[in-house]
Structures are given as structure tokens and as C-alpha cells.
Nanobody, 113 residues
Framework: VQLVESGGGLVQPGGSLRLSCAAS????????MSWYRQAPGKERELVAA????????NYAESVKGRFTISRDNAKNTVYLQMNSLKPEDTAVYYC???????WGQGTQVTVSS
């Protein structure tokens, strides 16, 4: 099983980034997928989740209206579009298969001027 995140980087406040998580080694299309993040000195928190067929998405209050989770089951990939980024969004972002407790290695997002 592999979950490989990409797309992180340094962005100015108000900017955008699109994270990707490429999955392999399991039946991706059968599972809800989620994005978590962990900021320095803080606990890891759920950012967003999307059902197996992509019909329902849920978000943390802190990112509602700014972040969008989506998936492409043909590509075994889940995405996190992040707009209007704030310094407090700085964290390592991880994708996870909640039901299987699989985690990716994370990708760093830094929002700073």
C-alpha cells in the first residue's frame, strides 16, 4: 500500500495550492479518503473527507469555503484544492484511508510572506 502526497510548497497569504495524493495497493474506489494536517506543536487534525464515490464531502470549520476535496477514481488520486491560504494553514498535510488506517508521508505547506 502506498499513499504519496505532492503539491506542497511555499505560498504567500491569499495564494492557492493543489495537493494530490496518489494511491496504490488497495481498492481505492471503495474507500472514503481524507486529508489531515499537523502544525508544529499541535495535534494532527482532520481537514476534509470525501466518500468513495465523491458525492459527499466534509470540512473542518477552519477551511470551509476555502478548501475543496475531490477525487478521481480512474487515477486513484485524491486532491485538496486550497484557496485563500492563511499563515495558520501552515502544516504538514497527510492523506489517509480512515477505514484502513493508512497514512501517506505528508507534504509541507508553508504560508508566509
Amino acid at each position: 500500500v502506498q499513499l504519496v502526497e505532492s503539491g506542497g510548497g511555499l505560498v504567500q497569504p491569499g495564494g492557492s495550492l493543489r495537493l494530490s495524493c496518489a494511491a496504490s495497493g488497495f481498492a481505492f474506489s471503495r474507500y472514503t479518503m481524507s486529508w489531515y494536517r499537523q502544525a508544529p506543536g499541535k495535534e494532527r487534525e482532520l481537514v476534509a473527507a470525501i466518500t468513495s464515490v465523491g458525492d459527499i464531502a466534509n470540512y473542518a470549520e477552519s477551511v470551509k469555503g476555502r478548501f475543496t476535496i475531490s477525487r478521481d477514481n480512474a487515477k486513484n488520486t485524491v486532491y485538496l484544492q486550497m484557496n485563500s491560504l492563511k499563515p495558520e494553514d501552515t502544516a504538514v498535510y497527510y492523506c489517509k484511508v480512515p477505514m484502513l488506517n493508512y497514512w501517506g508521508q505528508g507534504t509541507q505547506v508553508t504560508v508566509s510572506s
